[in-house]
């Protein structure tokens, strides 16, 4: 009596969430998660599966996702490293290059895979000696598999070109735009939600990370001239000098970065687009071979680099991009991104099922039913939350006819103590699950989308889950608060317009939707990815832009400004800080 007592009182307080890192990963996400209430996970004291996020800078083993509880969540969709080693990225974008043209798949610096392009690169270094007339003409030549710049260099002369691993030679973008003599690149956060269908979100803040000495083309040895990677440059002489226009150390936030554009006069929402095209545009080379993996999701950080021409041209992608904290300006940036990749992860309809799978440890020791080696030892006890998990999900979805041969079992009761949270007898549920052995099901990707549209994550500090479950016999545990620090409300949601489960959110934090945009792409993506139809919307959709940043043809752009609400397609604009929704735009130029 005494021990249920107990376990009465430990079960109504919630369990936070619980974080589990591998070795390497980030300092910051464990930071954030800390102040966000979560908790580390600890193997002396918690069961295998007693997690809700695994994060790892390295790749999943496929163990990993074939074991995944409904609870959980990885921080990759498996095989998605390739993407950024540097020969599979430019085979990738050749390939798209070659069947859907160079208008669309044009940004990216042509590469050569050497050794096995060898004779194709001279044929191409002959051809641009040629043209150019006796100018010098550059590339740069990376190893396919390093990172932070290291093996990098560029040169003119192909008597200069050695190596002795794979490396890339690639077209060298020579005239870059810079700010007050310095080169930069942008490093862009991009949240990958889910792989089936592609659903992108792209972050408002990221990085400009520049050299930190002054670009001249007459020292191509000279690194911290040409490169704009932080791990060279921090080891620059210049890195602590007060740079013109640029100052100290060599970053800033891309807020800086829109707020100097403005100054010059810029009209910076037509290279947003092209970014975010590049971006849409590169996940779809490796879409189609992603497995699907719903509870998984992914940050990329692409790296852009702007010519003088205000061309964007994509340099690489990264896989776990660095997280690490040098600066002011990545302490904003990166505690940013990581928080709000979390409230993409949408934690407040899950836990629950992990508390009812795995009591906490504090909580096993006074239960008379659960060993706390119960779980290790028989297998089905995995099952047993999937169980628990499934019920959850039809009764949430109103579905009270139960298969009671599957998901009841006469020996499982359903108790509630007197704040009305239910308690499941794991031994109870694992008998059922024993008899019944069929294989758990994932939880389906519309699952991950804010049943409750964007609004819901300004609700108050408890969340508790959906309206249409407080209804249930079956009220839920609260669940720590999901911040939604930086959320502004915009005046068109497409959820709300189509009232439809499977669309996306809009916006999560600054996170904001760029893929689907609208409903044709939101079609093109469902089952098989639809590439053409995608870039015939992506160039659709940039053409519109152009024509209102030029303020030509503005009758036809109102047409098919109201043509769009017709559409519900009222996606919000990456790229400004505050963003307006694309037919608010449309129609106020
Ligand atoms: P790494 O993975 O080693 O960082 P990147 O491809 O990102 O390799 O290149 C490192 C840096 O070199 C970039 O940040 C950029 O400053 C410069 N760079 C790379 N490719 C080019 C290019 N094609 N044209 C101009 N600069 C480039």
Redesign the pocket.
């Known amino acids: 009596m005494q021990s249920l007592v107990a376990l009465l009182m430990a079960v109504s307080s919630p369990a936070p969430l619980v974080f589990r890192l591998h070795d390497g990963a980030p300092d910051v996400v464990r930071e954030v998660l800390l102040e966000r209430g979560w908790e580390e996970y600890d193997p002396q004291e918690q069961d295998e599966g007693d997690w809700n996020l695994y994060w790892r800078t390295s790749a999943f083993r496929n163990f990993d996702y074939e074991n995944i509880l409904p609870w959980q969540r990885l921080n990759h969709h498996p095989k998605t490293a390739s993407i950024s080693r540097?020969d599979c990225l430019a085979r990738n974008l050749r390939r798209m290059r070659g069947t859907y043209g160079p208008a669309s798949y044009g940004f990216s610096?042509i590469a050569f895979i050497l050794p096995n392009d060898y004779t194709r690169f001279l044929e191409e270094y002959g051809k641009t000696r040629l043209e150019s007339a006796g100018k010098p003409r550059y590339w740069?030549c990376?190893p396919v598999d390093?990172?932070?710049?290291?093996g990098?260099f560029i040169f003119s002369d192909i008597k200069h070109l050695a190596y002795d691993s794979p490396v890339i030679v690639?077209?060298?973008?020579s005239n870059?735009l810079l700010i007050s003599g310095y080169?930069f690149?942008l490093r862009i956060y991009v949240c990958v939600k889910s792989f089936h269908p592609l659903t992108i979100y792209m972050h408002q803040e990221g990085l400009v990370?520049f050299?930190t000495e002054k670009y001249n083309l007459d020292s191509l040895d000279n690194l911290f001239s040409?490169?704009?990677?932080t791990s060279i440059n921090k080891f620059g002489p210049f890195y602590t000098t007060d740079k013109e226009r640029v100052g100290q150390g060599c970053k800033w936030t891309l807020s800086k970065f829109r707020s100097f554009l403005r100054s010059q006069g810029i009209n910076e929402l037509l290279l947003w687009q092209k970014i975010n095209n590049i971006v849409t545009l590169t996940l779809l080379t490796i879409a189609p071979s992603i497995p699907s993996s719903p509870s998984s999701l992914e940050l990329f950080g692409f790296?852009i680099?702007i010519d003088s021409n205000f061309k964007p041209?994509l340099?690489?992608v990264?896989y776990s991009p660095a997280l690490s904290l040098d600066c002011a300006a990545d302490i904003m940036v990166k505690k940013g991104v990581i928080n709000d990749l979390i409230d993409l992860m949408n934690y407040r309809r899950v836990d629950s099922l992990r508390q009812q799978g795995y009591l906490r440890p504090r909580q096993r020791r006074t239960c008379c039913f659960s060993s706390p080696s119960l779980l290790k030892k028989n297998p089905a006890a995995l099952l047993i939350a999937k169980s628990v998990y499934r019920k959850e999900r039809r009764r949430e979805s109103g579905l009270n006819s139960l298969n009671a041969e599957y998901f009841e079992c006469p020996s499982v009761e359903r108790r509630g103590n007197s704040e009305g949270n239910t308690l499941q007898d794991p031994k109870a549920i694992a008998v059922s699950v024993n008899k019944k052995a069929s294989p758990p099901q994932m939880e389906s990707p519309s699952c991950w989308y804010e049943h409750e549209g964007v609004q819901s994550l300004e609700d108050s500090s408890v969340h508790t889950w959906s309206s249409a479950n407080r209804n249930t016999s079956s009220k839920v545990f609260s669940l720590p608060a999901i911040q939604s620090h930086k959320y502004k409300p915009t005046m068109f949601s497409w959820d709300h317009m189509t009232h439809d489960r499977n669309v996306p959110s809009h916006r999560v934090g600054d996170f904001i939707l760029t893929f689907p945009f609208n409903e044709v792409t939101r079609k093109a993506s469902q089952d098989t990815l639809d590439v053409k139809t995608v870039l015939h919307e992506v160039h659709k959709l940039t053409s519109q832009l152009t024509f209102s940043c030029v303020k030509e043809k503005k009758k036809k752009v109102n047409n098919e400004s109201s043509a769009t609400k017709k559409n519900k397609c009222t996606s919000l604009l990456w790229g400004p800080r505050n963003p307006p929704s694309l037919s608010e735009y449309c129609s106020s130029h």
Do not use: C, F, M, V
């Open positions: 540097k610096p740069i990376k390093l990172s932070r710049g290291r990098i690639q077209k060298y973008i870059p080169k690149d990370r050299a040409h490169l704009t990677n790296d680099l041209w340099l690489e990264n």
